[in-house]
Antibody, heavy 126, light 107 residues
Framework: EVQLVESGGGLVQPGGSLRLSCAAS????????MDWVRQAPGKGLEWVGR??????????EYAASVKGRFTVSRDDSTNSFYLQMNSLQTEDTAVYFC?????????????????WGRGTLVTVSS | DIQMTQFPSTLSASVGDRVTITCRAS??????LAWYQQKPGEAPKVLIY???TLKSGVPLRFSGSRSGTEFTLTISSLQPGDSATYYC?????????FGGGTKVEIK
């Protein structure tokens, strides 16, 4: 059974940092892209960032709203996925979901998020 | 970034009604679009991907279609458990984007 479990959320002051983790199990983690998606209270879904798999040199992509402040990374040896968030702003307050992206064994791998974690709440407030 | 315009933002329908939600992409995304269902307090679940492929286990009353850059999610006969918010998402570009969501309520 595929499982994604986020942790690391909490209350942080504006300008602060936080690191989220996602523990994956039940599938071959190293084969998949991995993504972070967030949802501000009462709002819609916003894609945050992605790390591709080893085949694609673990390259990353970011939403414009977080580029330069957030960093995604992964550790295939422990099936873990991370989101380092720096210079946090009040508008970063949201539930952060870890999501499994495409299985990728070729040059281009478009695909939906087929499994999601339950999310972890990040609150940025003074 | 590719913008996804989703409408309506809310709709109210009766059990058994046919319901249609539309998503329009600001540029071509081929058929690289998914539809998700999200219930309060839960993570989203993918219903349809590649515009019209039903994910295994999703009821057959859900279907997706495409006409150019316009995509449609149809629920052929609305059921009480379909009360949720639905999102489209394109995965054609490096920067992934979601539509604004459609909240479906049961009358």
């Amino acid at each position: 059974e595929v499982q994604l479990v986020e942790s690391g959320g909490g209350l942080v002051q504006p300008g602060g940092s936080l690191r989220l983790s996602c523990a994956a199990s039940g599938f071959t983690f190293s084969d998949h892209y991995m993504d972070w998606v967030r949802q501000a209270p009462g709002k819609g879904l916003e894609w945050v960032g992605r790390t591709r798999n080893r085949l694609h040199s673990y390259t990353t992509e970011y939403a414009a709203s977080v580029k330069g402040r957030f960093t995604v990374s992964r550790d295939d040896s422990t099936n873990s996925f991370y989101l380092q968030m720096n210079s946090l702003q009040t508008e970063d307050t949201a539930v952060y979901f870890c999501a499994r992206g495409a299985f990728c064994s070729s040059s281009r791998c478009p695909g939906p998020f087929d499994y999601w974690g339950r999310g972890t709440l990040v609150t940025v407030s003074s | 970034d590719i913008q996804m315009t989703q409408f309506p933002s809310t709709l109210s329908a009766s059990v058994g009604d046919r319901v249609t939600i539309t998503c329009r992409a600001s540029q071509s995304i081929s058929g690289e679009l998914a539809w998700y269902q999200q219930k309060p307090g839960e993570a989203p679940k993918v219903l349809i991907y590649d515009a019209s492929t039903l994910k295994s286990g999703v009821p057959l009353r859900f279907s997706g279609s495409r006409s150019g850059t316009e995509f449609t999610l149809t629920i052929s006969s609305l059921q009480p458990g379909d009360s949720a918010t639905y999102y489209c998402q394109q995965y054609n570009s490096y920067s992934l984007t979601f539509g604004g969501g459609t909240k479906v309520e049961i009358k």
